[in-house]
């Protein structure tokens, strides 16, 4: 729970910070603040020696801090950061008050699911690259929300799209990020490297379970030695719902 506090603390910071330049306070865009930014003005960079739209460098230099964050501790910035999957997590957890069992796709359904993220990746630079220019803000939530449904987006298409994406939080959890997040899926073989991760040590663990039953994602803890998972944000809820002292712990290991 302490590191939860922590967490919140530190996501409610860079809420509140996103929100600030949103509102016109800032001397650059709040787009610029995007990391995903970073990966749409490659093809730009690369053929015309310019970024797109209102991308800067700013964008590219969070996507470079983020691949180094993310060898460094998994998706820490997902887990710790990212406004997107912060707003994500209240979401679930205003939806487990009120049906107290979430519906949590596991197996083989969960991993064809997890494909999308890749085919939004592919299908979002594919779609930018060819247009030179930001042309599914209408699709982002990162853009919907701290916009303000503002210029590029797409009316009822957008408000809809949101609309899924809320109602999906609600019932699953982290259904953005598990299913559609295409930051996640750029960051996916770099946080199987991370060298930050939890260790369980098999001896004092009793398998109650109560470790995959907090992560957000759904990670099967209680059968792994290293959590190298793809998906592990470092978020410490495992290690806090563990009632056994010294089971779960933070380890330096490649
Ligand atoms: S919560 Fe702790 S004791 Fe329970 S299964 Fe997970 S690691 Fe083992
Ligand atoms: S395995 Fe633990 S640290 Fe990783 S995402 Fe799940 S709860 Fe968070």
Same mark, same amino acid.
């Given at each position: 729970?302490?590191?939860? *506090?922590?967490?919140?603390?530190?996501?409610?910071?860079?809420?509140?910070?996103?929100? %600030?330049?949103?509102?016109? %306070?800032?001397?650059?865009?709040?787009?610029?603040?995007?990391?995903?930014?970073?990966? /749409?003005?490659?093809?730009?960079?690369?053929?015309?020696? /310019?970024?797109?739209?209102?991308?800067?460098?700013?964008?590219? $230099? !969070? !996507?470079?801090? !983020?691949?180094?964050?993310?060898?460094? $501790?998994?998706? $820490?910035?997902?887990?710790?950061?990212?406004?997107?999957?912060?707003?994500? /997590?209240?979401?679930?957890?205003?939806?487990?008050?009120?049906?107290?069992?979430?519906?949590?796709?596991?197996?083989?359904?969960?991993?064809?699911?997890?494909?999308?993220?890749?085919?939004?990746?592919?299908?979002?630079?594919?779609?930018? %690259?060819?247009?030179?220019?930001?042309?599914?803000?209408?699709?982002?939530?990162? *853009?919907?929300?701290?916009?303000?449904?503002?210029?590029?987006?797409?009316?009822?298409?957008?408000?809809?799209?949101?609309?899924?994406?809320?109602?999906?939080?609600?019932?699953?959890?982290?259904? #953005?990020?598990?299913?559609?997040?295409?930051?996640?899926?750029? #960051? =996916?073989? #770099? $946080?199987?490297?991370?060298?930050?991760?939890?260790?369980?040590?098999?001896?004092?663990?009793?398998?109650?379970? =109560?470790?995959?039953?907090?992560?957000?994602? &759904?990670?099967?803890?209680?059968?792994?030695?290293?959590?190298?998972?793809?998906?592990?944000?470092?978020?410490? /809820?495992?290690?806090?719902?563990?009632?056994?002292?010294?089971?779960? &712990?933070?380890?330096?290991?490649?």
């Amino acid at each position: 729970m302490k590191t939860r *506090y922590l967490r919140y603390s530190l996501f409610i910071i860079v809420l509140g910070l996103v929100t %600030y330049v949103a509102l016109g %306070y800032g001397d650059r865009p709040f787009e610029n603040y995007c990391p995903f930014g970073g990966m /749409e003005s490659l093809w730009g960079l690369f053929t015309a020696g /310019e970024f797109s739209c209102a991308l800067g460098p700013l964008n590219l $230099s !969070l !996507l470079l801090a !983020l691949f180094g964050l993310t060898l460094l $501790s998994k998706k $820490s910035f997902c887990g710790w950061a990212c406004p997107i999957g912060f707003l994500g /997590e209240l979401c679930g957890r205003a939806g487990k008050k009120v049906a107290k069992e979430k519906i949590r796709p596991s197996g083989r359904l969960d991993g064809i699911l997890k494909l999308l993220r890749y085919v939004v990746l592919i299908v979002f630079l594919i779609l930018t %690259y060819r247009a030179g220019e930001l042309i599914l803000r209408g699709y982002d939530p990162f *853009y919907l929300i701290f916009s303000g449904f503002g210029h590029g987006t797409l009316g009822l298409v957008s408000y809809i799209v949101l609309g899924v994406l809320v109602v999906g939080a609600l019932i699953i959890p982290m259904f #953005f990020c598990r299913y559609f997040c295409p930051l996640g899926a750029v #960051f =996916d073989p #770099f $946080s199987r490297l991370g060298v930050i991760k939890i260790s369980r040590n098999e001896a004092s663990c009793n398998n109650c379970g =109560d470790c995959q039953k907090a992560c957000p994602h &759904n990670i099967p803890v209680q059968t792994l030695r290293l959590v190298r998972h793809r998906d592990c944000t470092n978020c410490f /809820e495992c290690l806090d719902a563990c009632p056994e002292g010294n089971t779960l &712990n933070i380890q330096a290991k490649w």
